[in-house]
């Protein structure tokens, strides 16, 4: 799923939890695993979690 960074943050990260096994949300650029969706400089660009490899969507957007 490609979202800005602001969007990311209001998803959860499957791996983040807090001490009583609650789901944390996505630390977006925060993250080693983020990825931008495209080369650029503005920081809230459109992203992804890299853990998942690279969406499917994007993929055929290139099409
Ligand atoms: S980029 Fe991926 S691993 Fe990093 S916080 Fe977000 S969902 Fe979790």
Redesign the pocket.
């Known amino acids: 799923m490609i979202a800005s960074p602001g969007e ?1 943050k209001f ?1 959860y ?4 939890m807090t001490h009583d096994d609650k789901m944390k949300f ?3 650029t925060m ?4 990825r931008y969706a495209s080369p650029g400089t503005e920081e809230n660009r459109p992203g992804y ?3 998942a490899g690279r969406p499917a969507d994007e993929e055929q957007e290139k099409r």
């Open positions: 990311a998803k990260c499957p791996f983040l996505c630390q977006a993250c080693m695993m983020w979690c890299g853990l």
